[in-house]
């Protein structure tokens, strides 16, 4: 009886948990600060949840996901009550914050439920409650991503579901712990994860069905740019990794993912607005985790310390691309310069988070890209270190050169830009920092 008790309770607390964003839609006036609020006790209640397999799937790896989407939608909830006031236009200041947080659930619901069936609902739930928060600013340029973004996704999407269906077929059920603890193998199984790593992948970035990646973050508010490359796709390739488990396609998603790699590192060589820029940058690391995921071993670690740097890293880059935005109207990076001289904090915060995404030591990225590619020498495929750090080394080049030319010059500028803007831009990278930090210092992984 006590046993059946906790388990109800535990149960409770995880569904709490995981509505807190839909109860701030509640006070809808208030929608900004009640994101925030529900965020940050959303935060306090993954302390009490435990390890679970029945509705929900709880375990390491999916409260790190559950982490990562409450600091970063608590921390866009924060940026967006100064920068969407300036830019809220097609849709309202208030309903963007209600959009945001039905985002915010849809991706809680995902990496918590233990369904095939119903993560890929969450998926689909993820576009439709996203897909207005790109058009926010309501620019032609604006609506034509929004409609690139459901058509390309939702025919990613068709695809994963069929994935579904092949997966329920083959085993009767589509309970996430059931399938993956039964070890059968068949052809109908090896195309499902097939057809799952395109469908799915396409959410996740992955190459060829990015191309709605760019445009999207580029047209999106900065916090909306900071979801989607700190949480959204991340969320997709928790997917991708639920479904491998069932079947190990190992050379498969290494040859995506390193093809994606290459295709990201050689798009951002050329790349001359700064938030499509920073899309690419997305790419090559979701790429590179993806490698990790179908490593396993040192290099799933290091694909999931990847993941939680990264989104720390990456929505640090979107909001200080969005102060650079607010106060200047430009989006080329030759339009760009003397950054640090007329404003330190927002030089700083940008050059931090060009690092964090770049895998510069010793933030929390470098970690991870470190143990993918010691994973590639345990795996015994050697020759596979020369491509990945070719891409590495090619995307760490083309991002800091042109963030360096934005940061430099002797031009005076008036920059007005609000504090809490400002400051939680920088914090987000310097969390990045700290968790390369701790890992070196507390766990001694290098």
Known sequence: MNQWRSCVVEMIIDIILMVMPLISIIFYKYNNYS?????????????????SENIFLIDSTSRIFIFMILAIYTASSIYGTKYIKKYASFISYNTYFLLNSLFAFTMLFTVMINNYGFMWVGIEGTTISSALMVITEGTETAKEATWRYIIIVSAGISIAFIAIILIYYSFHTLTVSLIINENKKSILIALAVALSLIGFGTKAGIFPMHSWLPDAHSEAPAPTSA??????LPVALYVVYRIYEIDRLRMLFIIFSITS???AAIFLSYQTR???????????????????????GYAFLGAIILLLAHSFGKAGAFFSSGNILYYS???????????????????????????????????GTFIGEFLIIYGIFKSGLWYLAIPVIIFIFMAFVSINMNVTGMMLGDENHDIKIPKIMLYTSLIMPVISLIIGLYLVVYHEIL
């Open 329 to 363: 109207d430009k989006k080329s990076v030759f339009d760009i310069n003397s950054i640090y001289k007329n404003n330190k904090v927002l030089g700083i915060s940008l050059l931090l988070s060009s690092l964090a995404v770049t895998g510069t030591p010793p933030f």
């Open 274 to 296: 700064y938030k499509r820029m920073f899309a690419y940058s997305t790419m090559e690391n979701m790429s590179m985790a993806l490698l990790g995921i179908a490593l396993g």
């Open 261 to 263: 790699m290459g295709f």
């Open 35 to 51: 994101s925030f609020a529900s965020g940050i006790i959303a935060m306090f209640l993954l302390l009490f949840i435990k390890n």
């Open 227 to 232: 979801m989607f490359s700190g949480v959204l």
